[in-house]
């Protein structure tokens, strides 16, 4: 077996909002751990509340972290996250730097979502829409629970109010505040690449018609989704992946941020269909080569 992705520590997936481990046998990072774990990779996906807010996501992954290092023996991790599990990472390295080696954030909303922003701002919860939006919400992510067979813990709590106030422009800027580590001092600049010990990245992608509207991605209701979705940007209108803005991705080492990839293309959904030349699992065996190369 290859060690070029051998890296020192363990690398540990954190999977974004409604994110899960395994759906029956559907996994979340599809066709990346296999790839990382051909490479000589120790990995580990973790599930955390696929909806509630990044403080009560990132104790929950404290735990976890926790017990990996007993299980493995490790004395540090590498924290991946996508999406909020980027922000969930970041919670964890802030109160446990000395566990963290390093913290990748992949097409995580680290200054907010636009798109959570106009559904606060047009469906707000106390609104009819907004109670339709909710429930609809907390069936999915009630039949997800139900079809996890990759997590074996206690049952995580739900607060779907949390979960989108998490993702807010207005949200993520008080928690900001509160875990600044690795963040750009200016809009669109990169971040510290470490801060208490701690390693930062970012990659993320964004929508680029004749790209990620073509090849297998004709085939992939989720790139319609994240198309529907772009409409609700304004500040990074033109430039984000449907979910996320590409410069509100920026965390520590910028790795890149116009890759054409929509939010679910990133972490290689759905079952691998991803637009004209995209290669997500690559940016995964790279950056680990990457942390292998930084010794941890
Ligand atoms: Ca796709």
Redesign the pocket.
């Known amino acids: 077996m290859s060690q070029e992705s051998a890296t020192r520590y363990p690398l540990v997936l954190v999977p974004g909002m409604l994110g899960f481990i395994r759906l029956v046998l559907y996994p979340y990072w599809y066709g990346i751990i296999s790839a990382l774990r051909r490479g000589g990779a120790t990995v580990i996906a973790v599930q955390v509340s696929p909806l509630n807010s990044c403080e009560v996501r990132g104790e929950q992954l404290l735990i976890r972290i926790e017990e990996i290092l007993r299980e493995t023996g490790a004395a540090k991790v590498n924290l991946i996250g996508h999406s909020q599990g980027a922000l969930t990472a970041r919670y964890a390295a802030a109160k446990r730097p000395d566990w963290v080696a390093s913290v990748t954030s992949v097409a995580g909303p680290n200054h907010g979502s636009e798109l959570a922003d106009y559904l606060h701002i047009h469906y707000p919860g106390n609104s009819p829409l907004g109670r339709v939006l909710t429930l609809v919400v907390r069936m999915i992510g009630a039949l997800m629970s139900f079809l996890e067979t990759g997590y074996r813990g206690p049952k995580l709590p739900v607060d779907i109010h949390a979960s989108h106030q998490s993702l807010t422009s207005a949200g993520v800027a008080l928690f900001n505040r509160q875990y600044p580590q690795g963040l750009p001092d200016t809009w669109g600049g990169h971040g510290a690449e470490v801060v208490n010990g701690v390693r930062y990245y970012s990659w993320s992608g964004t929508l680029q018609p004749g790209k990620t509207d073509r090849g297998r ?1 004709l085939f ?1 209701g ?2 319609r989704t994240c198309r529907l979705f772009a409409k609700t940007f304004v500040h990074e209108a033109g430039h984000c992946d449907g979910m996320v803005g590409r410069y509100s991705s920026h965390l520590g080492t910028v790795i890149g941020d116009e890759y054409p990839l ?1 939010h ?2 990133i972490v290689n ?2 079952l691998g ?2 637009g004209k030349g995209a290669e997500p699992i690559r940016l995964f065996v790279e950056h680990a080569q990457r942390l292998k190369m930084a010794g941890v």
């Open positions: 991605n992939d989720t790139n929509d679910f293309d959904q759905s269909l991803v």
